[in-house]
């Protein structure tokens, strides 16, 4: 991601740099407005110091830290409520008019100290440059002692907006050549080249270094040589198989995105080399800086955790201070060429090989009425937005050629037994998947014998659903589920299947479940004909803001999802970790869907590559890949994808049955009060039963 700096944008650099320094002495403005501009000259003022410090020798790692103290003072959360990146002080400083726009776009600008640290002085020189128009066009509307708001209002809304159409192009080229291009390669030279028993090279990242990155790089170096390249390897080993047995060819591709939480380098470096020897250049996108770029959505590519949750809930909707029919028409245009210009490593690429974490410290977000908010009309844009801009990547990204793994380790914020946390998280990464694998075969022998599922709570759980399955012409040959093990999804184990919508009625209902960013309380979702048609949550006093939350987190601004997945968890030993150590509400979906049955909203698990025949490891083919939206690909594309798929999991202890249904209306039960009952799977109930013990 480095690059040789030009002359003439070092010119702009410092001519930027200069004038920039100059607006906190010059009292032009009405002093609200005047103190906006100081704080975020101040912001970039230090920026561009730091970047030319770092440009001419190695920084200290106390000049390192120095500098991140100073260029995250105001995000901390001491000193954010009274900085104008908090929305609420801007509006009570500036008005409504100004006050929401002019946080967001200092909030974007905080992008600058990323770039700093990576000799990005290119992108530093066009965030200056547009405080510097900004700053113009609010003087501008200066006549004496008399301050036209009404007007610099209008002119800075143009020049933010202007902002984003003029360099899409800019940001959608890094975040396409990020992903596909290893010659972006400033990233894998800190995990590659660094010294990684010096805490130094964490803060060449340019991102916040608090105590989970510190402490998860201080742990994992306290291990073994063997045990880290275990870990290694099975994620490594993981992406592997996925195209084994999915029957892709490895051997076509060239490049993998690896993703991971700073701190996890002394696994990284390892896998990166375990890669290499399988032909794969190491790819690595950095984690959403910009608003357009979809920051605080998600903990993807190189991330790391925030320094204020708060605000990142705060600035989530940013981006429709500016998101309109004009925007969204120049990004996909941007997007479509510059994957054009790409478009021979773009069909090298084999996939994203994910790292996450688990364990931030409860967060119980505040909705602020000054923050922006969408329209209804900007939800319907995002939504054929998110829809086109998917239709663009599949053309040079071939899903039915690609594949993926995923696996999750604890941050050091789990609290004080995280050290035991991580080791039985290691060992559940690496349970026997041929032990499971035939215990889920004789669960799917019986799933493949009804026409229906059925899944009821206990409890306190209000879940009530029937699932309807698709039907099988020749049981010889075919399945409904999925025997999955490790591959793509670590740790083992589920079955699972794409319902048939028609047919699947009720209620799904979980008291308590972590998804993306957000731990959502008494979720519930009803559903007729297998499409969600009322959702709601307990997070917030009121029923608007719930639905709010869902609406933009899980349905992705959706006014329907079809249920896209029906499944069943099989890590009985996920869940006892879980339960021990006081956690289970903070692990991943990707754990915690392991823990019960859990039903995806949104597209199916063969989205994009239906046409595809998948076997289990029995040699039956799974025909269940198809539901009535998905077949619209053949008709109407643009009906085919929802392009989101949100796993939701009702833990054992919630569980009161799950049977299946034939069509002469015996019932067969798979789990009966949090217990497995098929003949032959009594193993996965040992670890419920020494949790009661």
């Known amino acids: 991601m480095n690059q040789t700096i030009d002359t003439a944008i070092l010119e702009r650099f410092q001519l930027a740099s200069e004038r920039i320094v100059e607006i906190p002495e010059e009292k032009m403005l009405p002093e609200g407005l005047f103190s906006y501009f100081k704080e975020v000259s101040d912001y970039l003022g230090g920026v561009s110091y730091y970047g030319k410090v770092k440009m001419e020798r190695k920084l200290t790692l106390d000049e390192k830290k120095k500098c991140q103290k100073m260029l995250f003072y105001h995000q901390e959360e001491e000193h954010y409520e009274e900085s104008f990146l908090n929305p609420a002080y801007s509006v009570k400083v500036l008005g409504e008019t100004l006050g929401a726009p002019l946080s967001a776009m200092y909030m974007d600008m905080t992008a600058s100290y990323t770039w700093a640290a990576w000799g990005r002085l290119d992108l530093v020189t066009l965030m200056m440059e547009q405080l510097l128009l900004m700053y113009s066009m609010a003087t501008q509307n200066m006549t004496g002692d008399r301050f036209d708001e009404e007007g610099a209002a209008c002119d800075l809304d143009e020049v933010i907006r202007s902002f984003y159409r003029d360099y899409t192009d800019v940001f959608v080229r890094e975040d396409v050549e990020s992903l596909v291009d290893w010659e972006k390669d400033y990233l894998y030279k800190i995990v590659m080249e660094s010294d990684l028993t010096k805490e130094d090279y964490l803060y060449d990242y340019g991102m916040w270094i608090g105590e989970n990155e510190l402490g998860l790089r201080e742990?994992?170096?306290?291990?073994?040589?063997?045990?880290?390249?275990?870990?290694?390897?099975?994620?490594?080993?993981?992406?592997?198989?996925?195209?084994?047995?999915?029957?892709?060819?490895?051997?076509?591709?060239?490049?993998?995105?690896?993703?991971?939480?700073?701190?996890?380098?002394?696994?990284?470096?390892?896998?990166?080399?375990?890669?290499?020897?399988?032909?794969?250049?190491?790819?690595?996108?950095?984690?959403?800086?910009?608003?357009?770029?979809?920051?605080?959505?998600?903990?993807?590519?190189?991330?790391?955790?925030?320094?204020?949750?708060?605000?990142?809930?705060?600035?989530?909707?940013?981006?429709?201070?500016?998101?309109?029919?004009?925007?969204?028409?120049?990004?996909?245009?941007?997007?479509?060429?510059?994957?054009?210009?790409?478009?021979?490593k773009a069909a090298l690429y084999g996939g994203p090989a994910v790292t996450e974490v688990f364990g931030e410290a409860d967060f119980e977000p505040v909705n602020k009425k000054e923050a922006v908010k969408s329209s209804a009309k900007q939800d319907e844009l995002a939504v054929l937005d998110r829809r086109d801009s998917a239709e663009i990547v599949n053309q040079y990204i071939h899903?039915?050629?690609?594949?993926?793994?995923?696996?999750?380790?604890?941050?050091?914020?789990?609290?004080?037994?995280?050290?035991?946390?991580?080791?039985?998280?290691?060992?559940?990464?690496?349970?026997?998947?041929?032990?499971?694998?035939?215990?889920?075969?004789?669960?799917?022998?019986?799933?493949?014998?009804?026409?229906?599922?059925?899944?009821?709570?206990?409890?306190?759980?209000?879940?009530?659903?029937?699932?309807?399955?698709?039907?099988?012409?020749?049981?010889?040959?075919?399945?409904?589920?999925?025997?999955?093990?490790?591959?793509?999804?670590?740790?083992?184990?589920?079955?699972?299947?794409?319902?048939?919508?028609?047919?699947?009625?009720?209620?799904?209902?979980?008291?308590?479940?972590?998804?993306?960013?957000f731990a959502y309380k008494d979720l519930t979702f009803t559903f007729k004909d297998g499409c969600v048609v009322d959702y709601n949550c307990g997070n917030f006093a009121s029923e608007e803001e719930n639905k709010k939350l869902i609406f933009d987190n899980i349905l992705y601004k959706h006014k329907m999802l079809p249920l896209g997945e029906f499944a069943i968890g099989t890590n009985t030993t996920a869940y006892k970790m879980g339960i021990e150590y006081q956690v289970q509400a903070k692990l991943p979906i990707l754990i915690a869907e392991k823990t019960g049955p859990h039903f995806a909203v949104g597209d199916t698990c063969y989205s994009y590559c239906e046409d595809t025949a998948v076997y289990n490891p029995d040699g039956k083919e799974i025909i269940a890949r198809d539901n009535t939206f998905s077949l619209n690909r053949k008709t109407d594309p643009s009906k085919a994808y929802f392009n989101c798929h949100t796993d939701i999991t009702i833990p054992y202890n919630e569980l009161g049955l799950i049977e299946v249904i034939t069509k002469d209306g015996e019932h067969h039960k798979i789990i009966e009060n949090g217990r497995f009952v098929v003949p032959g799977t009594e193993e996965l109930n040992q670890p419920l039963e020494e949790l009661e013990q």
């Open 219 to 344: 742990y994992l170096l306290s291990r073994s040589e063997e045990e880290l390249s275990s870990m290694a390897d099975t994620y490594t080993e993981g992406y592997r198989i996925g195209f084994e047995v999915t029957g892709k060819d490895i051997t076509k591709k060239k490049s993998v995105s690896v993703e991971f939480h700073v701190g996890m380098e002394p696994v990284i470096r390892l896998a990166v080399q375990n890669f290499e020897k399988m032909g794969l250049h190491a790819t690595m996108k950095p984690q959403a800086l910009l608003s357009m770029q979809g920051r605080g959505a998600s903990s993807r590519g190189v991330y790391v955790t925030t320094a204020n949750r708060q605000a990142l809930y705060d600035h989530r909707a940013d981006k429709n201070v500016y998101y309109d029919n004009a925007y969204v028409k120049r990004r996909l245009e941007v997007l479509k060429d510059a994957y054009e210009k790409n478009k021979e």
């Open 399 to 517: 899903q039915e050629e690609r594949s993926f793994t995923i696996i999750a380790y604890p941050l050091p914020s789990i609290g004080e037994k995280f050290t035991e946390i991580f080791t039985e998280t290691v060992k559940l990464n690496t349970l026997d998947y041929k032990k499971y694998q035939q215990m889920q075969q004789k669960i799917i022998d019986v799933l493949d014998q009804g026409e229906w599922a059925h899944v009821v709570g206990l409890g306190d759980n209000k879940t009530d659903i029937t699932v309807a399955l698709h039907p099988l012409t020749d049981p010889k040959k075919q399945t409904r589920f999925e025997n999955c093990v490790a591959d793509v999804n670590i740790p083992v184990g589920e079955v699972f299947t794409s319902p048939v919508l028609e047919g699947t009625n009720g209620v799904l209902h979980v008291s308590k479940v972590f998804l993306g960013n």
